[in-house]
């Protein structure tokens, strides 16, 4: 994974591809085991997904103006 966070104890993994990227038979296995073990694991391809996917994870909050 290229993001990995601890939000409240949870784990959090984030692979983070070009658009249209494909995961690697590795990064395959890795969410597979990481899921098995409890931990919540995204592929994304879009900065505006990631960044929703990390504020709704707890990770980033909106700004206060």
Do not use: H
Request: positive net charge; charged residues 30%.
């Amino acid at each position: 994974a290229d993001l990995a966070i601890i939000v409240d104890g949870r784990p959090y993994f984030m692979e983070v591809k070009a658009k249209g990227g494909k995961q690697s038979e590795a990064q395959k296995d890795f969410e597979q085991r990481a899921n098995s073990a409890g931990a919540v694991y995204v592929c994304i391809d879009n900065i505006d997904t990631a960044i929703r996917t990390l504020r709704s994870w707890g990770a980033i909050r909106k700004a206060v103006a």
